[in-house]
């Protein structure tokens, strides 16, 4: 059941130009509208993001280990030992892919290896070598990952740059890598932001549709950011105990009884239960309003099944008893005033 409201027009010629103010519908909280906003809500758009893991493939900036086996003489071309690295953005000892994708190895030449996997270019390396040596055992493997990383930032323990690898770069990984998830996050409300295009990705919603976050795997240049419960809150307001900003869950979950809760309840005192409202894209073009009737019988199972968006305000109307009380508090003082400016005039 709803119901429009609606500002009065102006009948004369001059204020009748004037648009007329926009109808707001009032929706009633029932178990037909929960069931309609369920129906509602849309499947998560991280599902665009599901891949099958991949090989890693070399790129520019990588660091080769190639060890030739019984040829000690090769292992100069590697460089300085390890421990000579001062800086962790130094590259260690090892043969850095340039800017074309080549390295450059003894007896074997330039080779190009940015877009191999290591074993194709362990094979490669033999190849070439077996026109100088005789059956030689070479291996490869990747001493630094420096070509790809991913970001991740906002709420994680330790936000930055993780470099991609081996190990398949998934969304839980790049998580875990970060640090995990601070006290103040909202795993419903992450945004990952993938060649001009923005996903938003909610945990919570992918695992009550049997869909597994791992499956999300994350690219070179991608952007994770982890937002704040705060920054996704309610404004609960009017004759409750504690007006307040209530957040939402660490599943991002938020309902009208948890905000309440937040809030101290309402004032019995002052409160007029059967106006209880929820009030969405007040700032918006098509504002949505839900009326509660708190006395109702089933109110608390409707208010702990009404899912709050962020943003809402959620306001408790006053009783006509508090609004007169209200009334004579700010008019007695001026009457005392002039009593007492009238007894001093005497």
């Given at each position: 059941m709803h119901m429009?409201?609606?500002?009065?027009?102006?009948?004369?010629?001059?204020?009748s130009a004037q648009p007329q103010a926009s109808v707001v519908t009032v929706n009633e909280i029932d178990t037909s509208l929960l069931?309609?906003?369920?129906?509602?809500?849309?499947?998560?758009?991280?599902?665009?993001?599901?891949?099958?893991?991949?090989?890693?493939?070399?790129?520019?900036a990588d660091v080769l280990q190639i060890t030739v086996w019984d040829h000690p003489e090769l292992a100069a071309a590697l460089g300085a030992?390890?421990?000579?690295?001062?800086?962790?953005?130094?590259?260690?000892?090892?043969?850095?892919?340039?800017?074309?994708?080549?390295?450059?190895?003894?007896?074997?030449?330039t080779l190009h290896v940015a877009g191999l996997r290591v074993e194709q270019v362990r094979d490669l390396l033999t190849r070439r070598l077996s026109n100088m040596f005789r059956n030689p055992q070479v291996t490869v493997r990747v001493a630094s990952f420096r070509s790809s990383q991913v970001y991740v930032d906002g709420e994680v323990r330790a936000p930055g740059a993780q470099a991609i690898n081996d190990v398949p770069m998934t969304l839980y990984e790049a998580i875990s890598r970060a640090g995990g998830f601070t006290a103040a996050a909202d795993e419903s409300r992450m945004t990952l932001v993938r060649d001009g295009g923005r996903y938003l990705i909610d945990m919570a919603k992918m695992v009550s549709q049997r869909q597994?976050?791992?499956?999300?795997?994350?690219?070179?240049?991608?952007?994770?950011?982890?937002?704040?419960?705060?920054?996704?809150?309610v404004f609960v307001m009017g004759e409750v105990n504690r007006p307040t900003t209530a957040v939402p869950m660490k599943s991002g979950g938020l309902t009208l009884s948890d905000?309440?809760?937040?809030?101290?309840?309402?004032?019995?005192?002052?409160?007029?239960?059967?106006?209880?409202?929820?009030?969405?894209?007040?700032?918006?073009?098509?504002?949505?309003?839900y009326h509660l009737d708190a006395q109702s019988?089933?109110?608390?199972?409707?208010?702990?099944?009404?899912?709050?968006?962020?943003?809402?305000?959620?306001?408790?109307?006053?009783?006509?008893?508090?609004?007169?009380?209200?009334?004579?508090?700010?008019?007695?003082?001026?009457?005392?005033?002039?009593?007492?400016?009238?007894v001093v005039t005497k």
């Open positions: 429009n409201v609606q500002a009065p027009v102006a009948t004369n010629s001059t204020e069931k309609r906003l369920r129906e509602q809500t849309t499947a998560s758009d991280a599902s665009a993001l599901f891949a099958a893991p991949r090989p890693y493939q070399l790129g520019i030992p390890a421990q000579a690295q001062l800086r962790p953005a130094d590259a260690p000892a090892g043969f850095v892919i340039d800017q074309s994708g080549d390295i450059q190895f003894p007896y074997a030449g597994n976050p791992a499956s999300v795997m994350l690219k070179s240049g991608d952007l994770l950011r982890v937002s704040s419960r705060d920054e996704n809150g905000a309440l809760s937040q809030a101290g309840s309402i004032n019995v005192a002052s409160a007029n239960a059967t106006q209880m409202y929820v009030i969405r894209n007040a700032m918006g073009d098509t504002a949505e309003v019988p089933v109110a608390m199972v409707l208010a702990n099944q009404f899912e709050l968006k962020p943003k809402d305000v959620v306001y408790v109307d006053s009783t006509g008893l508090a609004r007169f009380s209200r009334i004579l508090s700010q008019l007695l003082p001026a009457i005392n005033a002039g009593l007492t400016a009238a």
